[in-house]
């Protein structure tokens, strides 16, 4: 059963990620007819939205786009940032939704971004607990160390409502003339890729917790 849902998690993981890249690849390829950058898309959205202040920048490495709120800026990646693609469209309009959740308030975003230094701390402390305590036979610290991975599980939880409404703003942002019928579908396979690799997350967290309490469990009725 240990076996079983590695391999499981693997799975998930693997089938995730190949979709986020066949599908951002692919659109990648396909021109948008407004043949704006994504950058340009992004700085539009932000002003149509009264966000004047937030900066569009370009960020290093692929598939490393985000939106910073502590010092409000729109990062994107060097092929969204400088191609005119539906791939580019649709990443630059998903970040500025996040951006938009920022301004209005968001309740998830904000839960979020409350948790941040708590699963920062729990990532570490937990791993470490788990460690230690399997190495000196401590089962309670053990499900102490398990106890602070089901934090990570519940800020990747929280983190889906979070971009699935971010792609919701961004599509309905691209509507307004950005794309047009076929561009749009195509908007929408990227943005339900990328939301795919979050289900994935959660999906994977919560097996390897489970087979954490699987193995240690065992170990302790024993």
Not at 137 to 145: D, R
Not at 161 to 174: M, Y
Not at 175 to 180: A, D, R, S, T
């Amino acid at each position: 059963m240990y076996y079983g849902l590695i391999i499981i998690a693997f799975l998930i993981t693997l089938f995730a990620q190949i979709k986020i890249k066949m599908n951002y690849k692919k659109y990648l390829d396909v021109k948008s007819s407004s043949n704006l950058t994504g950058a340009s898309i992004a700085r539009k959205i932000l002003d149509l939205n009264g966000l004047a202040d937030v900066k569009v920048n370009m960020a290093q490495g692929l598939l490393s786009d985000h939106y910073d709120p502590r010092n409000r800026t729109v990062n994107l990646s060097q092929d969204v940032f400088s191609t005119a693609t539906v791939t580019a469209a649709s990443v630059a309009a998903h970040e500025c939704g996040h951006a938009i959740q920022h301004k209005v308030g968001y309740k998830p975003l904000k839960i979020r971004s409350s948790l941040v230094p708590l699963v920062n701390f729990s990532s570490y402390a937990g791993y470490l607990a788990i460690v230690i305590g399997a190495i000196a036979s401590w089962v309670e610290l053990i499900y102490v160390g398990i106890l602070l991975e089901c934090v990570i599980l519940l800020f990747e939880f929280i983190t889906l409502p979070v971009e699935f409404n971010a792609s919701k703003r961004g599509l309905n942002e691209l509507n307004n003339g950005f794309l047009v019928n076929n561009e749009l579908n195509g908007a929408k396979k990227v943005l339900r890729s990328a939301a795919f690799t979050y289900v994935a997350s959660v999906a994977n967290t919560a097996l390897q917790i489970l087979r954490l309490i699987l193995i240690f469990g065992n170990r302790r009725r024993d």
